[in-house]
């Protein structure tokens, strides 16, 4: 499942800072999660793109992640969202399946940048293209913050789509996250057809029938 644009403008400072031409910031969500994909972004911004609000998606609210959302997707010069499912990081693990959803974002990019910046510290080279792996990026580069707020809100909004049909766990509220309720509504209603096997799911694994 993919999600792109493209657009261009400008907005005003704060302390990031600006990545150079044509350079996309890419991030993950999700990665610790018991259920649902993992979900990845790539940014290309303006050279000149500034907001006061952007930061690392973990240290914004709810309401001001899904504010910048909205400018993000509107100013930046291409943006992409891309997912791997539960089967999938099942299949290959979760890092890969990470990468692998970098992968797709950074190809949906039109057009594709000049060098890409990954938060983190893990990566596989993408084509012909120039990368560098940076610890808490998303701290550090506008572009990467960027892709943190568009990786995690898309997500979270997954997420909310598919309490609906599973409201027992609440992902509503924890959006797939292990928190003690949701270790809990697995031990007492098993697991859905969302759940990543390969994760520890409670602490009485062993005791689940998957």
């Not at 990566?123 to 568009?150: E, N, R, T």
Request: charge should be positive; glycine fraction near 6%; proline fraction near 5%.
């Amino acid at each position: 499942m993919v999600h792109k644009n493209n657009h261009k403008k400008k907005e005003k400072s704060r302390g990031l800072l600006p990545a150079g031409p044509m350079v996309a910031g890419c991030d993950e969500a999700g990665r610790g999660c018991l259920a649902g994909p993992v979900v990845a972004a790539a940014v290309i911004l303006p050279e000149n793109f500034n907001h006061p609000l952007l930061n690392d998606s973990k240290q914004l609210s709810e309401k001001k992640r899904d504010l910048l959302r909205g400018i993000i997707e509107k100013e930046a010069l291409a943006w992409a969202v891309a997912m791997v499912d539960n089967h999938e990081i099942d299949r290959i693990n979760i890092l890969n399946a990470s990468i692998r959803a970098m992968h797709l974002a950074i190809e949906q990019l039109n057009p594709l940048p000049l060098s890409i910046l990954i938060d983190g510290n893990r990566f596989h080279p993408f084509k012909d293209l120039k990368h560098q792996c940076i610890v808490k990026g998303d701290a550090i580069y506008q572009c990467i913050a960027a892709a943190s707020v568009l990786a995690k809100t898309h997500r979270d909004e997954w997420m909310k789509t598919k309490h609906n049909e599973y409201p027992c766990y609440a992902w509503d509220q924890n959006k797939g996250y292990p928190t003690r309720k949701h270790r809990q509504a697995i031990e007492q209603f098993g697991v859905s057809p969302l759940h990543r096997l390969s994760f520890k799911l409670t602490d009485k694994q062993l005791k689940i029938d998957f």
